[in-house]
């Protein structure tokens, strides 16, 4: 019943900006927090951003901190990742996760790819 919905991946130069978003479908209660991961080629699933429902607190992987900020729309249950200043590194298929309750609600990724 419940989906995510990824958009906003694509190709861009190094220093390039993109922004994803990820919005939600489907009934969900008791919303905790909204996360974007990214899993490079080789690499294991990585912790980007997270955002809380409550409060707005955010959280950032040091690797992006400074670069990468994270936001929320509680009312549409939409998460972004607007990334700037982007680098080779940062290139990885992206999901968002939802956690709702005890339920984690994950997304099918979208690519991000940084090259010149």
């Known amino acids: 019943q419940v989906q995510l919905v990824e958009s906003g991946g694509g190709l861009v130069q190094p220093g390039g900006s993109l922004r994803l978003s990820c919005a939600a479908s489907?009934?969900?209660?008791?919303?905790?927090?909204m996360s974007w991961f990214r899993q490079a080629p080789g690499k294991e699933r990585e912790l980007v951003a997270s955002?809380?429902?409550?409060?707005?607190?955010?959280n950032y992987a040091d690797s992006v901190k400074g670069r990468f900020t994270i936001s929320r729309d509680n009312a549409k249950i939409t998460v972004y990742l607007q990334m700037n200043s982007l680098k080779l590194k940062d290139t990885a298929v992206y999901y968002c996760?939802?956690?709702?309750?005890?339920?984690?609600?994950w997304g099918q990724g979208t690519q991000v790819t940084v090259s010149s």
């Open positions: 489907g009934f969900i209660v008791n919303l905790r927090t």
């Open positions: 996760r939802v956690q709702a309750g005890f339920v984690n609600y």
């Open positions: 955002i809380t429902s409550a409060g707005g607190v955010t």
